[in-house]
């Protein structure tokens, strides 16, 4: 396949894959994949474990099995967003070069969750590869949508130039929030990841490569037109969604959005780190350090 039948293959993955998301629903009816709670009404959800009143002062509260605490929400480290923007720069260069991209860097994250699980499991533990994006700062959002809206019919090259300029400005980014998508979970059919974070909103986000990072956060769930969320959390869901078309095409809906809130950092390189906090940093007398 020559690099323009890649670039243009990569266009119908997505698609692809959503329609395969399917085929459990299609052939079980979600008689089995589905919580021990109803979180749906008429086909609508609000996630009521995450108080989000304190965002303006930099907290978010959670009810973490089954007990509420107040969190502050952290920026990630410099080492981590140096990496992250670095490895996505590298990671379209490749595509662009006809390379199939690989499941290591930033972009795909090990999400780990627990707390309700579903009805075909004994287990509420829970890990799911899901594509993980940055979220523009608040100021930001409303001039990323536009700049992804003016572009969006550009070729699939210019596409990922305009992306990689992003990158290139890692300060344009809120590096206390990681992004994704729930694109499965349905009234008839629910993720386990969906299931937990709507009951216990905890997640951590592993990736895969060296230097390995694992980020501590709470986990949010927006439903397109819910009018509790916050202004931000709107814009986010809208840009979260047409960065996905942008790279995919169009879809038949808008899906929920998965936003991480990071609280904690560790480094767990081999070798290195292997599991040191780096946010927040670590007073001296922790460290054992003179």
């Known amino acids: 396949m020559d690099r323009r039948g890649f670039l243009k293959t990569l266009g119908f993955m997505a698609p692809v894959a959503v329609f395969l998301g399917k085929i459990p629903k299609l052939l079980w009816a979600g008689k089995l994949e589905r919580g021990k709670k109803n979180f749906w009404d008429n086909g609508n959800f609000t996630q009521a474990?995450?108080?989000?009143?304190?965002?303006?002062?930099?907290?978010?509260?959670?009810?973490?099995?089954?007990?509420?605490?107040?969190?502050?929400?952290?920026?990630?480290?410099?080492?981590?967003?140096?990496?992250?923007?670095?490895?996505?720069?590298?990671?379209?260069?490749?595509?662009?070069?006809?390379?199939?991209?690989?499941?290591?860097?930033?972009?795909?994250?090990?999400?780990?969750?627990?707390?309700?699980?579903?009805?075909?499991?004994?287990?509420?533990?829970?890990?799911?590869?899901?594509?993980?994006?940055?979220?523009?700062?608040?100021?930001?959002?409303?001039?990323?949508?536009?700049?992804?809206?003016?572009?969006?019919?550009?070729?699939?090259?210019?596409?990922?130039?305009?992306?990689?300029?992003?990158?290139?400005?890692?300060?344009?980014?809120?590096?206390?929030?990681?992004?994704?998508?729930?694109l499965y979970a349905t009234p008839d059919f629910e993720t386990h990841t969906f299931l937990n974070v709507m009951d216990n909103p905890i997640a951590t986000l592993v990736f895969l490569d060296v230097p390995s990072y694992e980020l501590r956060t709470i986990a949010r769930v927006v439903q397109p037109g819910d009018d509790t969320a916050l202004e931000h959390e709107k814009k986010l869901l809208e840009f979260v969604n047409l960065a996905h078309e942008y790279m995919h095409g169009k879809f038949p809906r808008a899906y929920p959005l998965l936003l991480f809130y990071i609280i904690e950092e560790f480094d767990n390189s081999p070798g290195r780190q292997r599991g040191i906090r780096t946010v927040p940093e670590r007073p001296e007398s922790e460290t054992g350090r003179p």
Not at 128 to 144: F, Q, S, T, W
Request: aromatic content about 10%.
């Open 49 to 182: 474990s995450v108080d989000m009143s304190g965002y303006s002062k930099g907290a978010i509260k959670a009810q973490i099995d089954g007990t509420w605490k107040e969190y502050q929400i952290r920026p990630a480290s410099e080492a981590f967003q140096k990496w992250n923007c670095e490895k996505r720069t590298e990671f379209i260069a490749n595509i662009k070069k006809g390379q199939m991209p690989g499941w290591g860097g930033p972009h795909s994250g090990a999400v780990a969750t627990y707390g309700l699980g579903r009805l075909d499991s004994e287990f509420t533990l829970n890990n799911a590869i899901k594509g993980i994006g940055l979220a523009p700062k608040d100021e930001n959002i409303d001039a990323a949508i536009k700049k992804l809206k003016d572009t969006f019919d550009c070729s699939m090259p210019d596409k990922m130039d305009v992306l990689s300029s992003l990158y290139q400005t890692p300060d344009f980014f809120d590096w206390r929030k990681q992004t994704s998508l729930e």
